[in-house]
């Protein structure tokens, strides 16, 4: 991996003014990234990340700092200039895919070749070419509503890729994937570091990335909390299944605690999805980054219609107590 910094951000600070209230999006946040890292930046909803991701995107401004890509400050540039770095330097991938419904995965595709001036032939041909790179060179006349989740997941990365871009912006990404195809997706975005030397900045909440990231920033409260390299995790992959006893707390909601601890380091049980149908809470599986353990857990009683990851904070106090959703 080319050690060359390609985003430089100094100061970055965004303030949101409601009356007379001043809400700190961000808080004087220093960040260099590296050409051809994948870089995840994970911390809980409202901590920032995606205001970080707009900065970075040249999709809003900061109210102080900067931010320089490539060498070009963002801060000094025209509104036109500004959607020149977006359409040649930048690829977006979307939590919801952003797909036009009524148009095939081939013209999705061709949309940010047309906005640049490509003629329709080169744009059909770069279109045809990067859809194929990602395995649908067979889907190219479907539209949206004739593909799977993940099928849309990668049209949206293809179109990310048509300009060529050296940055790859990606928000939530395998959040509304089951976990097979989520798997899938994050290996597609992990090549795209090693094949084609594109630095990928993801948004997460997903834990499947840390083993696939170069680096892992932290953001709580607006403010770089951490910034680690992957080999200064201790992360490891296996499986496990263990039964947990059930409760209800004072809201009545599923509530599990576990009544031993679980050893070693894992990942989500592959066949567990959402949608699987589950007669008891069971914790499948627990993941370490820098010493904290998630216990990770699969609904009761039920069908599961979201996988819920425990609080950090009770995991270390050691009580261990995981709200579960279930249809």
Not at 18 to 34: F, I, K, P, S, T
């Amino acid at each position: 991996m080319s050690q060359e910094v390609i985003i430089e951000c100094r100061g970055l600070t965004k303030i949101y003014r409601m009356g007379a209230n001043e809400v700190y999006a961000l808080r004087d946040v220093d960040l260099d990234v590296l050409q051809g890292e994948y870089l995840s930046v994970m911390g809980p909803s409202g901590s920032g990340k995606s205001t970080l991701f707009n900065m970075i995107g040249a999709l809003d401004k900061p109210s102080r700092g900067s931010v320089t890509i490539g060498g070009i400050s963002l801060k000094e540039q025209s509104s036109r200039r500004l959607a020149y770095v977006r359409n040649h330097h930048i690829g977006y991938i979307f939590q919801s895919f952003n797909l036009i419904l009524s148009l095939t995965a081939l013209r999705n595709v061709m949309l940010p070749l047309q906005f640049s001036g490509a003629t329709y032939e080169q744009c059909e041909r770069r279109a045809t070419e990067v859809l194929t790179e990602v395995g649908l060179g067979d889907r190219l006349h479907h539209r949206p509503d004739e593909l799977s989740g993940g099928q849309q997941q990668r049209v949206a990365i293809a179109r990310g890729l048509a300009m060529n871009p050296s940055i790859m912006l990606a928000d939530e990404p395998t959040a509304n994937l089951d976990l097979h195809t989520g798997e899938d997706i994050i290996n597609t975005l992990r090549r795209l570091c090693d094949d084609h030397g594109v630095t990928v900045i993801t948004a997460t909440h997903d834990h499947k990335m840390l083993d696939k990231s170069d680096r892992i920033l932290w953001i709580k409260d607006g403010k770089r909390d951490r910034l680690l390299r992957r080999d200064e995790l201790d992360i490891r992959v296996g499986r496990v299944e263990h039964a947990a006893s059930v409760k209800k707390d004072e809201a009545g909601e599923g509530v599990v605690e576990v009544d031993s601890p679980l050893d070693g380091v894992f990942q989500l049980a592959k066949n567990l999805q959402v949608g699987t149908e589950v007669n008891e809470l069971k914790v499948i599986g627990v993941i370490e980054a820098d010493g904290e353990k998630h216990d990770i857990v699969a609904g009761c009683q039920g069908v599961v219609s979201e996988v819920c990851v425990a609080d950090g904070d009770k995991v270390r106090r050691g009580a261990a107590l995981l709200r579960v959703k279930t249809t």
